[in-house]
């Protein structure tokens, strides 16, 4: 059902717990399955993600997304972040099975939500603002 990669990054997940020096944090969630994503940043004056760590409450896929996406965000610019996607996420973990789709969703989500959080810190609107169109649930302004 997971792949050896999904499996790695639940058992030995990467970038674990809070940075006491972030400079942005971003948090989501997901109502209909419980899983929580916090992720923590410290963001270079030049805009390069230089250290990144998550905290996650929920499943195996959840823990092994927020893994991987901490991985491919390491050492990039926050342009080069905010371009990952979720299939990004799941290509580099082998896949995911269709019910654990979401988890990627998160971690992508979760990755934006502390950027703003970056850009809202500095008082900066940020220049590339994700437009919601309610696909994720984790913002809020999905559709009732």
């Known amino acids: 059902m997971y792949t050896e990669q999904v499996m790695d990054h639940f058992a030995n997940p990467r970038n674990v717990g809070e940075l006491e020096d972030a400079n942005a944090v971003g948090q989501v969630g997901n109502a209909k399955c419980g899983d929580i994503m916090k ?39 926050i342009d080069e972040a905010l371009a990952l996607t979720n299939k990004a996420v799941m290509d580099a973990l082998g896949g995911l099975p269709p019910a654990k789709i979401h988890c990627s969703v998160l971690a992508e989500e979760a990755i934006h939500a502390a950027i703003d959080d970056y850009y809202a810190r500095k008082g900066i609107e940020n220049p590339n603002p994700r437009k919601c169109d309610g696909c994720c649930e984790s913002c809020h302004h999905h559709h009732e």
Do not use: N, P, Q, R
Not at 45 to 73: H, N, Q, R, Y
């Open 39 to 77: 992720m923590y940043m410290k963001i270079s004056d030049d805009g390069i993600v230089e250290d990144v760590k998550f905290k996650t409450f929920g499943c195996g896929a959840a823990v092994a997304t927020s893994s991987m996406a901490t991985e491919l965000v390491k050492g990039k610019s």
